[in-house]
């Protein structure tokens, strides 16, 4: 050992002892003749002092330490003179007296600075990632991930989970991204496929009877890096079997709770997580992965202007649309521009238009209509309808919006998230979890006219609803859950189909041909017949979920070695050029 | 939850109760009107007796269980006849008196019998590896990986190392094996490579102040699958700042005893580990990998024959070879036709034959030269001096290579090994662990006339041998450290360099040109001027580990889902053909 104690050890008991430390020049000041350095590793700061009264030679050389050297220094720990004590750190009260100093490795000055928190723009970060993460908040992030991971890997042992490691190299998965692909040298023309999930062999360790099983597993998908997305992200995966939905979330919701509480000041908004079914949270906000820590909800106003005659809204009752408005409380000073940003806000996500109403106060009635944008078209007491039942209060400015259902929907809930933001209420210091259950089992898929898992091909569809299958397929719900924390879906899961024909009855209603779905599910079809027990799962985002506990806005800040949005990994410089000799091995050239 | 209880859970304290049990119908008996059914999970077995007069609708189901069924039987648990106590199974004194039950799943004839250990042919494990996996001896397998690798965690983690998770798109790795290389669909012709280790990557992190790192990391190779070998492995990765030799060595010590004696019953053989030098190593044991559960040891007898008139002798020697032998303790008794088995396996491995030599009673001088391949044309005091030098008894057979110093070595460890089995001297239930250390720094590689680094491009050469690095290189020794466990080499270590000119240094030397280097580590050559700590680390093989500890022969025994010997996933048919649109978008053809 270079040291005998770390850099954030060493407290007033350790008063006259003898210690070496190593670490790196944090920071240096020159103060009457002494030289402070601030020497830091990854469990804190100590000051050193060199005194040329005391050892000359130390301090010479001490005069040439500069930011990021490494260093070890041998010395005495002394008391502080108290009006020196740092409080902000946790060997505040010592410091130590150098009497030896040896430059471990010198440093060249960084291109940005490691020991203050400033901007510093990303590619530069990623291109330096090794000093980057040298810097206090990634350590703090890196240092939450790997406690968070640990706290869910003891946890799910201890309840009898098994982690199993699944293969890289695997066959292509049903996720409906894009595949990375490796091609085979000792198999010409063929490729291996990385997993986008264990998806297919977490079902098949059910089979072999594991029960329960666990895995932080990598996943791959090869898709536009658009968002805050990563060619390889990480994702608790795991499976159960002799359970039903209640089983599965009743684990997750006390290992969530018992994971943020360990490894979290921040606090959990609801215990238990409130439940809400897909058409419930489509109703209230808009979209199945709500930000519940504020209310803002949405209000179908439809009902109440469906006979207006106002054509703008009537129109679209009559094709079909919706239309819904939220309370914007207390925005009833916007201005003419504010509400021009908010109407450019909702056209950025489909809709045609923002209509607005500042609700005023009314002596007599307690509120009346005030400045609208549609007012005029509508009744006296379709008005008043509206705003009692927004709970439309003096100076609140209401914001509707009427378009196709999923138009209405999506910008409306946008702009609920704006407003939440503008008002302050997405508090960064709460954690909202929420169930999201009760899913459509399939969803249209317009373009290609045909029927799209709402989860993926092995969800299983609610027992009541497989009827439903042949006559009214949208109609019918899917065994599938996903947990909802602050407006991020962070995990989601399902009970799983265990038997071949429904199995295969599912191929068929999304359009697999039955050909194709033996040759690339084959193996699934076989194993469901020798003996399948009934098994479901879910798979919680580790980087998402980091990310949260961390209060950062991206995943990037939670990965120590992210790629950038053109999947580039900018410090090491991948993907490269390959040799010719290397293609040819592999059978394959370029185009 | 479909059942209350597992499998394994019920004793006598829970009798009269009614309990609820679900899993596999492992074995059926009909008997005097009442059916037994050994139900299966994967805790363990209990008995469910059909009995028509308590529960006739149970009891006709019953009559149509096959093995491997599913099912969930509702009853009450009894007390057995204490004649039909079972005291192989934890639940020996109960059985469950049927009720009610359910088959959730029905099975086709397995391939192969679930419930009981049989041979069965490898290629149809592979192929059905979700029922293989069912099988106890995997269970047991895949159980005690999970605890292996639990336990490597939490030792660490308490240890103040973090475990950070790299990536698996990365840029081609330095290990000297071949890539698997991952064609970039954003960057037209570019590849990224999957890691042989994240050998940079945990540098890196040690140049980003993490001091402490590990990560159970998945690595790959695309070598032919000669021998035990798999396209993907899996090692503990760890990596630590501010340490020497020691600090590591002392760690890893802790961490296998604390290991082995958690996780299994074998008993360590020797505490301390024993360290031989690589040369101690070579010249006792012929390999850097010895296995010390047993002496024969080799026995260097050139100096004893340097001068004989024994012209194949005399002749190695005069060329520089070597002549090594080891006493097959108590083989004086083998035939001819033993003899020539012997000597046909050492040819196996490059040696041109095997000279033997039994030794035999004397009433004087207690032992005297018997049957012998070349004694005729040594002198008396030559065979005398060898077969006092092989402490030969009577009734021992000596055996001797004489050939270039590697065949002798190889051909006669190899033999050592041979002799041991037979002699039952490779005792399944010991751990031998040891350390080998002092390696070369480089080895000559003839057919490119150039150095090879004899561990990899990151060790350091030992301080006082830098010298030598300009002089005679072959002479210098590395700062690398093996952990060799009966006999295979289970993790590989050293101290790295962390200063740029050194590395650079290192880099010619091994006739790497300079800007090659910088092209493919031009980043690490970077980061050395950071900042970069002293720094080493090992990696222990998780798929050898957990096969010593099992006792198992290979390491396909203790990876739930392995690869075929021709890469092949058999259970799921990859790699596969994929698409014409599929390699468009990747930007390239099949050749």
């Known amino acids: 050992m270079l040291r005998t104690h770390n850099c954030g050890q060493l407290r007033l008991e350790n008063d006259k002892q003898e210690i070496t430390l190593a670490g790196w020049v944090h920071r240096r000041r020159d103060h009457g003749g002494l030289i402070f350095i601030d020497l830091r590793d990854r469990w804190g700061l100590t000051q050193v002092v060199f005194d040329p009264a005391i050892e000359a030679t130390a301090h010479d050389l001490a005069s040439s330490l500069r930011n990021e050297y490494v260093i070890q220094v041998t010395g005495l720990v002394r008391r502080r003179p108290p009006e020196q004590d740092n409080p902000n750190i946790a060997t505040g009260q010592i410091e130590i007296e150098a009497h030896n100093l040896k430059i471990l490795n010198t440093a060249k000055t960084p291109p940005f600075d490691i020991n203050k928190e400033v901007a510093v723009d990303e590619t530069m970060r990623l291109r330096y990632r090794y000093l980057d993460l040298r810097r206090e908040r990634m350590q703090r992030n890196i240092i939450l991930r790997h406690n968070v991971v640990r706290y869910i890997r003891n946890f799910l042992s201890d309840e009898g989970f098994v982690e199993i490691e699944t293969p890289i190299l695997f066959k292509t998965t049903p996720e409906g991204a894009r595949d990375y692909l490796v091609p085979s040298r000792v198999h010409a023309g063929k490729f291996y496929a990385l997993p986008q999930s264990p998806q297919q062999l977490k079902q098949l360790i059910m089979v072999a009877g594991y029960d329960r099983y666990f895995q932080i597993a990598r996943c791959f998908r090869d898709e536009d890096q658009r968002g805050d997305r990563q060619p390889e992200f990480t994702q608790l995966d795991m499976e159960m079997s002799f359970i039903d939905r209640e089983d599965i979330m009743a684990l997750i919701e006390r290992l969530m709770i018992g994971l943020a509480e360990n490894n979290s000041a921040k606090r959990i908004l609801h215990k238990p997580f409130p439940r809400l079914t897909y058409q419930e949270a489509l109703a209230r906000f808009g979209r199945d992965n709500p930000d519940i820590r504020f209310g803002l909800e949405l209000s179908d106003i439809s009902p109440l202007v469906a006979n207006s005659g106002f054509k703008v809204f009537s129109d679209v009752i009559a094709s079909g649309g919706l239309i819904k408005g939220l309370n914007g409380t207390g925005l009833g000073s916007y201005s003419r521009k504010q509400l021009d940003e908010l109407t450019d806000f909702v056209k950025g996500f489909g809709a045609k238009g923002l209509a607005w109403l500042k609700v005023e106060a009314d002596p007599e009635k307690g509120v009346k209509v ?57 508090d960064d210091s ?162």
């Open 430 to 591: 709460v954690l909202a979890f929420c169930w999201v259950i009760d899913f459509p089992f399939v969803l249209w898929n317009e373009d290609e006219k045909r029927w799209d898992p709402c989860h993926h091909l092995f969800t299983s569809p609610m027992n009541e609803d497989i009827p439903l299958l042949d006559t009214n397929p949208g109609q019918a719900r899917g065994k599938q859950y996903d947990l909802v924390l602050n407006g991020y879906e962070v995990a989601g899961g399902s009970i799983r189909i265990h038997q071949r024909e429904l199995q295969e009855k599912v191929f068929g209603l999304i359009g697999l041909d039955i050909e194709d779905a033996k040759q690339r599910f084959g193996h699934m079809l076989e194993a469901f017949q020798y003996g399948t027990p009934p098994h479901g799962g879910i798979a919680p985002g580790i980087d998402r979920l980091v990310m949260l506990l961390a209060g950062e806005p991206n995943i990037r800040e939670v990965i120590a070695f992210p790629k950038s949005q053109s999947a580039t990994d900018m410090m090491a410089g991948a993907p490269t050029d390959v040799s010719e000799e290397q293609l040819k091995e592999l059978h394959i050239r370029l185009r």
């Open 370 to 426: 005030g400045a609208s944008s549609f007012a005029k078209f509508l009744s006296a007491e379709e008005t008043e309808a509206i705003m009692k039942q927004l709970k439309g209060q003096p100076n609140d400015l209401l914001l509707f919006v009427a378009d196709k259902a999923e138009i209405t929907n999506e910008s409306l809930s946008r702009l609920r998230l704006e407003i939440g933001q503008r008002l302050g209420l997405r």
